[in-house]
């Protein structure tokens, strides 16, 4: 079989990431391990991790525009405008170079600090499931799980389900891939934008430029901590799926470890799962390599879903089709998020009787694993 690349401080491609894996690693260290707590315990303590994390993450928000535009306020002679023409062409426009100057610096100042917050919280997270192991040396497997857990922390999508040969937007058309990526990057400048359409129509000439420039303190606020909190569901979602994928995945090989026709199915379920999520999640790619490992599946270079992968699975002997829909649920959930396009699914698979499963139920199998629980019950399912 071969061997799946392994990430370690050697290959991160930027100076950044290695000084940020240095970091990581000496700071979780140094946190107490707490691996001895119950999964309900451990859930609770990331909460409250979380919640300290939102808060100084949107702080950072609020203060970056109290401080670019305060200034302004106070001192309007260190921040005239003065007209600027681009080399080569006619186009001319008013700006103060000072404004902008020091609009770089303090975005440079939050960025860094908000990395920080977030290295040391995905650190914290670490530790409260007793990662990294305390020895002196790290085994190569921990090493890629800590690369795993900075690029998390740093907020970078490093797509490790293409080493599996899986691509979530296989089935994307080009356009609606470059779409997706445009507007999530310029969802919080467009968002501050409305606000402040908003805020000029409805109080007309009462809206100061004082008001108007801090429109933008819960915008900013807002997407601070929501980027805090994808990084933190991100990694502790990893961190738990890690425990789990090994009561899962033995469950599964004990009854299907001498089944060709269950092993024939498990690439395109998979495939399946990311595709519908259209995510390149950690826990997508920990779950994909460990049952291919587990049931000595080869990766592929690209490996392209069944056309007819679902009728197949419909097909399949009750045994297999059932516990081939138990792994497409968990696949859904294992992320912690439950978002419509699994719903969609879902939906999908209970028509085609790949699961008899109702959406309620899911849903609650679903808030149980947010709480610490895991997927005991739903495997048990007849």
């Known amino acids: ?78 921040f005239k405008l003065s007209n600027i023409k681009l080399p080569f062409t006619e186009f001319s426009f008013k700006t ?17 600090l908000l990395t920080m917050t977030d290295i040391r919280s995905v650190g914290k997270i670490a530790s409260v499931y007793g990662f990294p192991p305390k020895e002196e040396q790290l085994p190569n497997n921990t090493k890629e799980d800590a690369a795993e857990l900075v690029y998390i922390s740093l ?101 299907f470890k001498n089944n060709p026709d269950f092993n024939h199915l498990l690439y395109d379920t998979f495939e399946y799962i990311a595709i519908v999520k259209k995510s390149f999640h950690p ?23 069944s056309p007819h992968f679902l009728n197949q699975v419909a097909k399949s002997s009750p045994s297999i089709k059932a516990a081939i829909g138990k792994l497409l649920i968990i696949g859904f959930l294992m992320d912690g998020k439950l978002g419509q396009l699994e719903i969609t699914a879902l939906k999908e698979l209970k028509a085609l009787d790949i699961t008899p499963f109702g959406i309620e139920k899911i849903k609650k199998w679903s808030k149980d694993y947010i709480k610490g629980k895991s997927f005991e019950m739903l495997l048990k399912e007849k």
């Open 1 to 78: 079989m071969e061997k799946i690349k392994k990430i370690t401080t050697q290959k991160f491609s930027e100076f950044t990431d290695k000084v940020a894996y240095k970091y990581f690693i000496n700071f979780a260290k140094k946190q107490p391990s707490e691996a001895h707590l119950s999964s309900e315990e451990k859930v609770h303590k990331v909460k409250l991790i979380r919640r300290k994390v939102l808060a100084i993450s949107a702080l950072y928000g609020a203060l970056g525009v109290v401080l670019l535009y305060l200034p302004q306020y106070i001192y309007p002679q260190w």
């Open 283 to 305: 826990t997508d790619y920990l779950f994909a390599k460990h049952f291919l490992n587990l049931f000595k599946i080869e990766p592929v270079k690209e490996h392209i879903i």
């Open 96 to 112: 103060s170079t000072n404004e902008l100057t020091y609009g770089i610096f303090l975005v440079a100042i939050e960025i860094w």
């Open 155 to 255: 907020g970078k999508d490093i797509g490790k389900l293409k080493e599996l040969g899986i691509n979530p937007l296989q089935n994307s058309s080009k356009a609606s891939v470059f779409f997706l990526i445009i507007l999530f990057r310029v969802k919080a400048l467009l968002s501050k934008f409305a606000f402040q359409f908003i805020l000029k129509r409805t109080l007309g000439r009462l809206a100061i430029r004082s008001i108007i420039d801090m429109a933008g303190i819960p915008i900013y606020a807002f997407w601070n901590a929501y980027t805090s909190a994808v990084v933190i569901r991100k990694a502790s979602m990893r961190l738990r799926a890690h425990e789990l994928m090994h009561e899962t995945g033995k469950w599964f090989y004990s009854r």
